[in-house]
């Protein structure tokens, strides 16, 4: 009594899209300072590699987004996730091609597109501060 339901897929509650327009807004900021503080101490190929390395991040929070939520529509229907199940791992290898493709090609330094790529998950853990500080303050 008194608790929610979980929402099923396509459901989701509204503080969901909340939290994930937060999430992209602190990437974005993110990636953008990370852009001009590699740029400023690591040249402007490493500011760039950090932006690129910054859009792979977008692209890989809206493909896991997607990717989660197939699998999750496949079990709850009772359809077979194997299929949804390779696409959520096929993201790893795609990123990790064109990281390689990046360090092979000497086109960006590797590490900056790796920094960059790291946005998202500094983002997590900033937001998670925010979360926790915000409910005890």
Not at 22 to 48: D, K, P, Q, Y
Not at 85 to 106: C, D, H, K, N, T
Request: proline letters at 4%; hydrophobic letters at 60%.
């Amino acid at each position: 009594m008194g608790e929610e339901s979980p929402a099923l897929p396509g459901q989701e509650p509204a503080n969901v899209n909340i939290s994930h327009r937060r999430l992209l807004i602190e990437m974005a900021a993110l990636i953008a300072v990370g852009t001009v503080i590699g740029a400023f101490f690591g040249g402007t190929r490493f500011g760039i590699g950090v932006l690129f390395g910054g859009g792979l991040a977008f692209i890989n929070f809206f493909w896991l987004k997607r990717s989660t939520a197939a699998i999750f529509e496949k079990a709850f229907s009772g359809e077979p996730t194997r299929l949804a199940a390779l696409r959520f791992i096929a993201r790893y290898i795609a990123l990790a091609l064109v990281i390689a493709a990046v360090q092979f090609s000497g086109t960006l330094p590797a590490a900056a597109v790796i920094a960059g790529l790291a946005a998202f998950a500094v983002a997590v853990v900033i937001d998670g501060f925010i979360s926790i500080f915000r409910r005890t303050i």
